[in-house]
């Protein structure tokens, strides 16, 4: 019997009061990297209880070194374990996968994004596909009732019915690492930065993003193609990337005669060409200025992190990350650490005025009274110290006392901000009763 038909038959006999039609809310997709490794990632709006799926190589180009549970499918069993059934099999051109979470139907996947395998592949035979100054690629595509005896299928198992996806980004592109005679090993980095502020409110930051000529530093470059992909945050945004530093300067200060961006909401890249009538190049030894500057947006959150990575994915036709020396493009890299990472932090924002430092809202006598009483009397101790802080020297002391009396009985000056609404100082914590 099809493996699908035999997954579909388990879950149905342990769930038959739920059987229902889920609707296709499912897709699935591959993600390629430059190191040759490669993951099967789902987008679920459904409870889960299976899938089966098979993945496709060219065992000319490339060789399947490992397949494993990804992050996702190592903890989704009961008791946060593999699942009940999950068998992975290879063959010389692929690999398929079959799971059932639960043949009691306790367990599901949560509806979500997931990864479900990680793949290592063996891509050095794509150098020798490469062409002068084309690195040599080979695709991974999902394949379906392909591999396997019966052929395995790519579905996914919700109240015990098997469902197609209803989207499939079918291939990624392994490339080659190494180019046949070429000039420099590049490199692309992003700047990393912290953000803060007060819990829900809104951030920007002003990432830049730099060229590395790691061979000799002296490669005339004539233009370069960039694409980087953001993870993380929330209620992240991007806007269009902006030539920086040198890049920005040449023509006269006019800039490139062509920089062409576009822009995924969290994502974008941009070709440049320096000037269409040649003779205009740029170097970019270690410590070069920027190229590119790209404004992020987002809402404070605790904790959150949001880090960009170059991309060789983004568009269509898929950008490629590369340097243009001689007319001829060279592929760039991006080291691990080289990303760009923003880091966002909540601050404490407390409201209060400056100078009640009885904390009655409203600055009268009875508050150098207090603050007089609190430091020489053993009077009672405001609630918000920096409320007492009249004069914003960052101390308390008779001084602040004094500047009161001589704000409200001889027209002396007032207190500095926030007077008289109430309003935030930074990160000053206290327990003010302003609202």
């Given at each position: ?11 149905a ?23 040759g490794?490669a ?6 709006s459904?409870e ?12 000319a ?6 397949v494993?549970?990804?992050a ?9 374990g ?30 979500g ?10 891509i050095s ?9 084309v690195?040599?690629?080979s ?7 392909t591999?396997g ?6 579905v996914?198992?919700e ?7 209803a989207?499939?980004?079918?291939c990624?592109t392994?490339?080659?690492a ?10 692309y980095?992003?700047?990393?930065h912290d ?19 790691n ?18 945050g ?14 920005a300067?040449?023509n006269?200060?006019?800039?490139p ?12 890249t ?13 170097q970019?030894p270690?410590?070069?200025?920027a ?9 404070i959150?605790?904790g959150?992190?949001?880090t960009?990575?170059m ?5 269509s036709?898929?950008?490629s ?21 923003i880091t966002?932090?909540?601050?404490t ?10 904390d009655?809202?409203?600055v ?8 007089l009483?609190?430091?020489?009397l ?11 802080d009249s004069?914003?020297d ?8 004094s ?17 008289p ?15």
């Open positions: 019997m099809h493996f699908t038909k035999v997954l579909g038959l388990a879950l006999l342990v769930c038959a009061s739920s059987v229902a039609y889920a609707g296709g809310g499912f897709t699935i997709s591959l993600n390629c990297n430059p190191d490794s993951s099967v990632n789902l987008d679920s459904g889960l209880q299976g899938w089966s799926l098979g993945v496709c190589h060219d065992s180009a490339i060789g399947l070194t490992s494993e549970d990804g996702a499918t190592a903890v989704v069993g009961g008791g946060g593999p699942p009940a059934f999950d068998t992975i099999t290879t063959f010389p051109d692929g690999w398929t996968v079959g799971v059932v979470i639960d043949f009691l139907g306790c367990c599901t996947l949560a509806p994004s997931h990864e479900l395998n990680v793949m290592q592949y063996d035979g794509l150098d020798a596909l490469a062409s002068g100054d690195p040599g690629t695709d991974i595509c999902f394949c379906t009732n591999l005896s019966p052929a395995v299928s790519i996914v198992v109240s015990g019915a098997s469902i197609p996806p989207g499939i980004d079918s990624c392994m490339t080659g190494e180019f046949v005679d070429g000039p420099a090993d590049w490199a980095s992003g700047s990393d953000v803060s502020g007060a819990p829900a409110a809104a951030w920007s930051q002003t990432m830049s993003f730099s060229i590395t000529d061979d000799t530093g002296t490669a005339d470059t004539q233009g370069f193609s960039m694409g980087m992909s953001a993870a993380g929330t209620d992240l945004a991007v806007s269009d990337p902006a030539p920086a530093g040198d890049l300067g040449i006269g200060g006019t800039g005669s062509f920089f062409g961006t576009s822009n995924f909401g969290t994502d974008w941009v070709g440049v060409v320096y000037n269409f009538l040649g003779g205009v190049f740029l970019y270690a410590g070069s200025p190229a590119v500057t790209a404004d992020y947006s987002g809402t959150v605790d959150d992190v949001v960009v990575s991309d060789n994915t983004l568009g036709p898929p950008v990350n590369v340097v243009v020396v001689g007319g001829a493009s060279f592929a760039a890299g991006q080291e691990p650490g080289d990303e760009g990472v966002v932090s909540e601050i924002v407390t409201l209060f005025i400056r100078g009640d430092c009885n009655d809202g409203i009268n006598i009875a508050d150098p009274v207090w603050t009483n609190e430091l020489f053993s009077g009672p101790t405001s609630v918000c110290p920096a409320a007492c004069n914003s960052g101390m308390v002391d008779a001084t602040d006392a500047y009161t009396l001589n704000y409200r009985f001889m027209d002396g000056p007032p207190p500095a901000a926030p007077f609404d109430c309003g935030p100082d930074g990160g000053v914590d206290c327990a003010s009763s302003c609202p």
